[in-house]
């Protein structure tokens, strides 16, 4: 039996409403704009960059910088 506890409740909430924007955003574009954004490969690969480095390079970069506990660096690397 799964324990529901309010922190539980949160984040499955928090994920529901999530997936509920985004889906909704992605519904809003017609096929061509879909299309259209796909053949922006120069953008699309700048915005993937910039995306799994630079925001990764910068959370690596706060991790170090700000004195905090091992459990708020768990997504993060250990200092």
């Given at each position: 039996m799964?324990?529901?506890?309010?922190?539980?409740?949160?984040?499955?909430?928090?994920?529901?409403?999530v997936?509920?924007?985004?889906?909704?955003?992605?519904?809003?574009?017609?096929?061509?704009?879909?299309?259209d954004?796909?053949?922006?490969?120069?953008?699309?690969?700048?915005?993937?960059?910039?995306?799994?480095?630079?925001?990764?390079?910068?959370?690596?970069?706060?991790?170090?910088?700000?004195?905090?506990?091992?459990?708020?660096?768990?997504?993060?690397?250990?200092?």
């Amino acid at each position: 039996m799964v324990e529901v506890t309010v922190g539980w409740i949160e984040d499955f909430a928090t994920t529901i409403f999530v997936l509920s924007t985004m889906l909704s955003m992605g519904l809003e574009l017609t096929i061509d704009q879909l299309v259209d954004s796909l053949k922006k490969r120069r953008l699309m690969a700048k915005s993937l960059v910039l995306n799994l480095v630079a925001v990764s390079l910068l959370a690596y970069l706060l991790v170090l910088a700000l004195p905090l506990e091992t459990g708020y660096t768990a997504g993060g690397f250990y200092s």
